[in-house]
């Protein structure tokens, strides 16, 4: 719940992650926050900028691009973090620096054929279906080594690591269950593919912010308690 200035919250969620890292003996800059702005005006992610904050998340491309455009003067790093269909990807290739939800191959060789050559390797995350819902995108775990071995390939994408959005846990569940999940295969992916960057696990959101940080995230996704509910 948004309880003060966007400021404000951004304080008392930094000061979340710096306790929770604390009690698993985590380095507190162990964590980066991802500030998640969808449907939030230009003017709330300047708001944070001038916070502190640099790392924003983005669901939908076209009111991306638009923020993007009344922000340039800010050096922001722009995350994509929402769905994305075979036809748009030239514009997450060209003006993102991170992109979280790969699940399949067509996709990710597009947005490396399409990435500028200017620009350094766009950063990927797997989207992992870690819950195995119908509903959800993502790779099945299964399928996840034949996926990130080709992803691996591409020459104008840097394979960073995995991303989840594990399906909603009752009171009394644990939630760290689908993120230690996670966790277990990013490890076995460092072991069947030594060569490459993963050190990410992007997982972790308002709700189950400090249940991610004690299985290992090293991206949070948060909204909500930065800049207040969403309508
Ligand atoms: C909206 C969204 C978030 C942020 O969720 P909150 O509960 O508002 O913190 C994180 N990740 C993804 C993929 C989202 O779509």
């Not at 922001?76 to 399949?104: C, E, M, Y």
């Not at 009394?172 to 960057?197: G, I, M, S, T």
């Not at 709700?207 to 930065?226: K, L, N, P, Q, Y």
Request: charged share 25%.
């Amino acid at each position: 719940m948004r309880k003060g200035s966007i400021a404000e919250n951004l304080n008392s969620v930094t000061e979340r992650i710096v306790t929770a890292c604390r009690f698993c003996d985590r380095k507190t800059d162990a964590v980066t926050l991802l500030a998640v702005s969808k449907t939030r005006p230009a003017a709330d992610l300047r708001a944070a900028f001038a916070a502190g904050q640099r790392h924003f998340g983005e669901n939908y491309l076209q009111e991306a691009l638009e923020k993007q455009e009344a922000l340039t003067d800010l050096d922001i790093v722009w995350h994509f973090i929402g769905p994305l269909q075979s036809n748009k990807t030239r514009d997450v290739a060209t003006h993102f620096h991170w992109l979280h939800t790969v699940d399949r191959l067509k996709v990710a060789r597009r947005l490396s054929e399409q990435r500028p050559g200017a620009l350094p390797p766009l950063n990927v995350c797997l989207q992992v279906n870690i819950d195995g819902e119908d509903s959800k995108s993502g790779v099945a775990p299964e399928a996840l080594p034949a996926l990130a071995a080709a992803v691996a390939e591409l020459p104008n994408l840097r394979l960073r690591g995995l991303m989840a959005i594990p399906a909603p846990r009752g009171e009394n569940e644990d939630q760290r269950v689908p993120f230690r999940r996670l966790a277990a295969l990013l490890e076995a992916l460092q072991r069947q593919l030594p060569e490459q960057p993963l050190d990410t696990l992007s997982m972790g959101m308002s709700g189950d912010m400090e249940a991610a940080i004690f299985s290992g995230a090293t991206i949070v996704r948060i909204g909500t308690d930065i800049f207040g509910a969403r309508k």
